[in-house]
């Protein structure tokens, strides 16, 4: 009986050890300073395209171009993917003032008059800045007429979590104001 009574503390301090891990996101969509006229168009995003290792729920980092490690404790609250689509259909409904922002495709009742995907090929810690490497099409989905470019931004940072996924927010909300700007324009 005594060596069942100290078993029960025991896992309760271990599980608590397990779970001792922060819980970042960055899904929430910015408040837009300034904000585009309505257009009268329906914007269907698709799901952001990430590199393989956002698909892990720890915070990657690199400690060189080949190398990439973990950071202890850190943890994604999300899947990056799903997180950074519903935050940049959240920022383009901010952004054009207009509620007519949905996650491509969906039913058939609504169709987009312009179409967006984004593929981030590079969002990683290295050293002392944050890299986001991307590149973002808008499709006419009536005329079918394309606007295809290359983004690219880097943001400093501190090495630890917290400003790490600070630094990472301020890089992606540079991505999301290029994009709308090539929405407005098209």
């Not at 891990?21 to 960055?26: A, D, F, M, Q, R």
């Not at 058939?108 to 991307?134: M, N, S």
Request: with cysteine; hydrophobic share 40%.
């Amino acid at each position: 009986m005594l060596k069942k009574s100290w078993l029960l503390p025991l896992l309760l301090i271990l599980g608590g050890c397990v779970s001792s891990n922060n819980y970042y996101v960055l899904s929430t969509a910015s408040q837009p300073l300034h904000h585009y006229a309505q257009k009268h168009r329906v914007i269907g995003v698709e799901k952001v395209i990430v590199p393989k290792y956002l698909f892990k729920r720890e915070i990657a980092v690199a400690k060189t171009s080949s190398q990439i490690t973990f950071l202890d404790g850190a943890v994604w609250a999300e899947d990056l993917d799903a997180g950074l689509t519903q935050r940049l259909i959240g920022f383009l409904q901010k952004k054009f003032n207009q509620p007519n922002v949905y996650a491509y495709p969906w039913g058939v009742e609504r169709q987009p008059t312009v179409k967006v995907k984004v593929q981030i090929t590079r969002f990683i810690a290295q050293g002392e800045r944050v890299y986001l490497d991307a590149n973002w099409e808008v499709e006419n989905i009536r005329t079918h007429k394309r606007k295809a470019r290359l983004f690219s931004t880097t943001v400093p940072t501190k090495r630890d979590a917290s400003n790490i996924v600070s630094a990472m927010d301020s890089a992606f909300g540079r991505l999301e104001k290029d994009i709308a700007e090539g929405i407005k324009d098209f």
